[in-house]
């Protein structure tokens, strides 16, 4: 370390790449400094925060010479609000950032060399593209003076936002920029809603009041929109009024929904949810096919980056009218699906009861004969695939595989199974380059080769990035 390096001190750094979370890097001598909101190219004046023994992390001090990258955030609380990491870089350089973070993850996670990443697929809507909001609810409180001090009335604000990243201080947010517009007309409908009612908002510091989260899902193509009320108690007053105020306001609204969540934890949804007017889902219409998405079920957010999915599994796994297909982790089916009208059968596991509940529902909307949706994990279900007497008949095996599963990857169980099973063909469909080349370098070992990896920005604006690996047996 060098003299200068001290918490406090202020030092020159030219940023040079990115790292995996979008913070910038840059370094002074051979020491490395992470630096929130840096872009490739800036040379800054930067304040040490932290010093840990193999690298530090600093703000910004002072912008010295601005890269040819940086541009101006779109969005007015960017620097308070943790949802976007990347709204100061142009999109060109947001594209190139999450291209070589996949190929750093699969060289230094897996030493995968020499896979083929392709660059990133851009989209067409880098902005307003998320289909569901998750806004935290917080309140101002303040007092309506009456004729004496006695008789003051307690009320209060309520606002909606977002936390503030690694914290659980709420930012407010009223026009959240990577939303579809209609959500955050839905929650500034229900948040003047809420102020209007004085419905009681959730104070964490003292577990008092009982409104927590607005969760708010809109249809892209279908325009459809869920509200859902995430509170701790399940009774609310004047339900009818609230639904009407924002009903007023949006009326492609279709229905309104009160998920009960009164536990200490940082999970938005509880497992209860009932119907306090109209739907408790939406339908979704993509690639000539629907889906019907519940408030507890999973659906990509971003449907052009769900459309770019589509276009791998074509390519990728070239399905043919005998294939028996396994859809593992597969949701409310959106990938079973659109396999499902080019091959002979489909099987999708998953462990969410309600997103189950709707691949059936999906299935039956769309005609669909040929698939069968298991209920459980898939690391304890797909064994039983390969017993004797069970869903797939003696000798015969999976064509191909599709593996999408949630942030943490695959239980080796999994991995193990699918190598055990021999099934030819694998698409790996995942949101977190790290997890994904932790498991490609597994597959590898167990006998696969990965033929190439395609990122898709499906969450423009952040640091996250989904890719899709083409994988075949060796
Ligand atoms: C990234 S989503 C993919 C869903 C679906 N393929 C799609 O594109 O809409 C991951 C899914 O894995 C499910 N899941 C998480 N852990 C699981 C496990 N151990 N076994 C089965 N499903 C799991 C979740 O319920 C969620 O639906």
Same mark, same amino acid.
């Given at each position: 370390?060098?003299?200068?390096?001290?918490?406090?001190?202020?030092?020159?750094?030219?940023?040079?790449?990115?790292?995996?979370?979008?913070?910038? !890097?840059?370094?002074?001598?051979?020491?490395?400094?992470?630096?929130?909101?840096?872009?490739?190219?800036?040379?800054?004046?930067?304040?040490?925060?932290?010093?840990?023994?193999?690298?530090?992390?600093?703000?910004?001090?002072?912008?010295?010479?601005?890269?040819?990258?940086?541009?101006?955030?779109?969005?007015?609380? /960017?620097?308070?609000?943790?949802?976007?990491?990347?709204?100061?870089?142009?999109?060109?350089? @947001?594209?190139?950032?999450?291209?070589?973070?996949? =190929?750093?993850?699969?060289?230094?996670?897996?030493?995968?060399?020499?896979?083929? +990443?392709?660059?990133?697929?851009?989209?067409?809507?880098?902005?307003?593209?998320?289909?569901?909001? =998750?806004?935290?609810?917080?309140?101002?409180? /303040?007092?309506?003076?009456?004729?004496?001090?006695?008789?003051?009335?307690?009320?209060?604000?309520?606002?909606?936002?977002? /936390?503030?990243?690694?914290?659980?201080?709420? !930012?407010?947010?009223?026009?959240?920029?990577?939303?579809?517009?209609?959500?955050?007309?839905?929650?500034?409908?229900?948040?003047?809603?809420?102020?209007?009612? =004085?419905?009681?908002?959730?104070?964490?510091?003292?577990?008092?009041?009982?409104?927590?989260?607005?969760?708010?899902?809109?249809?892209?193509?279908?325009? @459809?929109?869920?509200? !859902?009320?995430? &509170?701790? $108690?399940?009774?609310?007053?004047?339900?009818?009024?609230?639904?009407?105020?924002?009903?007023?306001?949006?009326?492609?609204?279709?229905?309104?929904?009160?998920? *009960?969540?009164?536990?200490?934890?940082?999970?938005?949804?509880?497992?209860?949810?009932?119907?306090?007017?109209?739907?408790?889902?939406?339908?979704?219409?993509?690639?000539?096919?629907?889906?019907?998405?519940?408030?507890?079920?999973?659906?990509?957010?971003?449907?052009?980056?769900?459309?770019?999915?589509?276009?791998?599994?074509? @390519?990728?796994?070239?399905?043919?009218?005998?294939?028996?297909?396994?859809?593992? /982790?597969?949701?409310?089916?959106?990938?079973?699906?659109?396999?499902?009208?080019? +091959?002979?059968?489909?099987?999708?596991?998953?462990?969410? $009861?309600?997103?189950?509940?709707?691949?059936?529902?999906? &299935?039956?909307?769309?005609?669909?004969?040929?698939?069968?949706?298991?209920?459980?994990?898939?690391?304890?279900?797909?064994?039983? *695939?390969?017993?004797?007497?069970?869903?797939? @008949?003696?000798?015969?095996?999976?064509?191909?595989?599709?593996?999408?599963?949630?942030?943490?990857?695959?239980?080796?169980?999994? *991995?193990?199974?699918?190598?055990?099973?021999?099934?030819?063909?694998?698409?790996? +469909?995942?949101?977190?380059?790290?997890?994904?080349?932790?498991?490609?370098?597994?597959?590898?070992?167990?006998?696969?080769?990965?033929?190439?990896?395609?990122?898709?920005?499906?969450?423009?604006?952040?640091?996250?990035?989904?890719? +899709?690996?083409?994988?075949?047996?060796?």
């Amino acid at each position: 370390m060098t003299d200068s390096l001290a918490v406090g001190n202020l030092v020159n750094l030219e940023i040079y790449d990115f790292a995996m979370g979008g913070e910038a !890097v840059g370094r002074v001598g051979n020491f490395v400094l992470f630096v929130k909101g840096g872009a490739p190219g800036d040379k800054l004046e930067v304040q040490i925060t932290e010093l840990k023994k193999n690298y530090g992390r600093a703000r910004i001090h002072r912008v010295l010479v601005p890269s040819p990258r940086r541009i101006s955030p779109r969005c007015p609380v /960017y620097n308070e609000c943790g949802g976007c990491q990347l709204q100061h870089c142009n999109y060109d350089a @947001q594209l190139l950032f999450k291209t070589k973070m996949v =190929q750093d993850a699969l060289q230094h996670i897996a030493g995968l060399k020499g896979v083929k +990443v392709r660059p990133c697929k851009k989209m067409q809507r880098p902005w307003n593209y998320r289909s569901k909001a =998750q806004a935290v609810v917080g309140a101002k409180p /303040y007092l309506v003076r009456g004729d004496s001090a006695e008789e003051a009335e307690p009320r209060f604000h309520p606002f909606v936002g977002y /936390y503030a990243q690694g914290t659980h201080s709420i !930012v407010k947010v009223d026009n959240c920029a990577i939303q579809l517009p209609t959500n955050n007309e839905i929650l500034q409908a229900a948040r003047d809603a809420l102020e209007r009612l =004085q419905w009681p908002v959730y104070n964490p510091e003292d577990g008092t009041g009982a409104i927590r989260y607005l969760v708010v899902r809109t249809g892209f193509y279908s325009k @459809q929109s869920l509200l !859902v009320i995430v &509170s701790t $108690q399940p009774r609310l007053p004047q339900v009818r009024e609230f639904v009407d105020l924002v009903r007023k306001r949006v009326p492609s609204l279709c229905g309104v929904v009160l998920n *009960l969540n009164p536990h200490q934890t940082n999970v938005i949804l509880g497992a209860r949810n009932s119907v306090l007017w109209g739907n408790d889902h939406i339908i979704e219409e993509v690639a000539g096919l629907k889906f019907n998405i519940s408030a507890n079920s999973f659906f990509q957010v971003n449907i052009e980056g769900l459309e770019s999915i589509y276009e791998c599994l074509d @390519q990728f796994l070239n399905p043919q009218a005998r294939d028996i297909v396994l859809d593992a /982790y597969c949701g409310v089916g959106s990938l079973a699906l659109y396999m499902a009208r080019k +091959v002979k059968r489909v099987i999708g596991i998953d462990e969410c $009861q309600a997103a189950i509940e709707d691949a059936v529902v999906n &299935s039956d909307l769309n005609n669909l004969v040929n698939t069968t949706f298991m209920d459980g994990t898939v690391e304890k279900v797909l064994p039983t *695939l390969c017993n004797k007497g069970s869903l797939l @008949q003696r000798g015969t095996r999976f064509s191909s595989a599709i593996l999408d599963p949630p942030r943490k990857g695959c239980d080796l169980t999994v *991995l193990h199974t699918v190598a055990k099973m021999r099934i030819p063909k694998l698409v790996y +469909v995942s949101c977190n380059p790290s997890t994904l080349a932790r498991d490609l370098g597994i597959l590898v070992e167990n006998g696969y080769q990965v033929l190439e990896v395609q990122p898709i920005d499906m969450f423009p604006q952040t640091y996250h990035v989904e890719c +899709v690996a083409h994988i075949v047996r060796s």
